[in-house]
């Protein structure tokens, strides 16, 4: 079956760093990739939806000066938190869709990064 | 507009009891229903999906029954193992491209 990677799966930073993680479709070309954050004992929320070539599109409330998207391929997705603070502390998950033709689409997850500001 | 409602959690049961996380759905259109896993420390899994009223989908013993009349989706599983504690996800889409996702519902069984 389809595979999403991200990389890394966890990371440490110290506050007023930046990080940046990778969101990749292993063996399928994805028209459009998601990324999700999400807080302890909380649902998924969308923060931006990235498409190839073009800028990505943010979710009402966030940053997008804060939450960097490149949408280099195809097969890659890169969000940057950019000085980051620890309330950017969280679980951040991307998602790959793979057209199934018509209009119709698979959704594929990735495994998730857990990023600690510190 | 479109959002998914789950019972709030955390459920706790012991192994072998029957497990039922309720999930309805508002939706302007017909979507496709889902329910996502979410095993510790990892990230969703898809465990079963039902595209049209009255199908059912089903998956390691979890079954879930798309009702259009009741706008519900609920999960069920007869017998529960440890191995099921994970925070279970109900979702809708249209297209597959865009989901929305309930709060979670956190399970866990205990020996």
């Known amino acids: 079956g389809a595979v999403v990677s991200q990389h890394p799966s966890w990371v440490i930073c110290k506050s007023g760093t930046s990080v940046k993680i990778e969101c990749r479709s292993l063996d399928f070309q994805a028209t459009t990739m998601f990324w999700y954050r999400q807080f302890p004992k909380q649902s998924l929320m969308l923060m931006a939806t990235?498409?190839?070539?073009?800028?990505?599109?943010?979710e009402q409330g966030v940053e997008k000066d804060k939450f960097l998207i490149n949408h280099a391929s195809l097969t890659l997705s890169t969000l940057t938190v950019t000085s980051a603070h620890p309330e950017d502390s969280s679980f951040y998950i991307c998602s790959a869709t793979r057209p199934k033709g018509g209009s119709s689409y698979e959704q594929y997850f990735g495994p998730g990064t857990r990023l600690t500001v510190t | 507009g479109d959002s998914v409602t789950q019972m709030e959690g955390p459920v706790t049961l012991s192994e072998e009891a029957f497990l039922t996380i309720n999930c309805t759905y508002t939706?302007?259109?017909?979507?496709?229903l889902f329910w996502y896993v979410q095993y510790p420390g990892e990230g969703l899994q898809l465990l079963l999906k039902?595209?049209?009223?009255?199908d059912k989908g089903s998956n390691k013993g979890f079954e879930a029954t798309y009702r259009k009349e009741t706008t519900s989706f609920h999960l069920e599983k007869g017998s529960v193992q440890v191995s099921d504690s994970a925070v279970y996800f109900c979702a809708l889409t249209y297209t597959g491209n865009q989901f929305y996702f309930g709060t979670g519902t956190s399970l866990t069984v205990i020996p």
């Open positions: 939706a302007t259109g017909y979507p496709s």
């Open positions: 990235s498409n190839e070539g073009s800028k990505a599109t943010y």
């Open positions: 039902a595209t049209k009223a009255d």
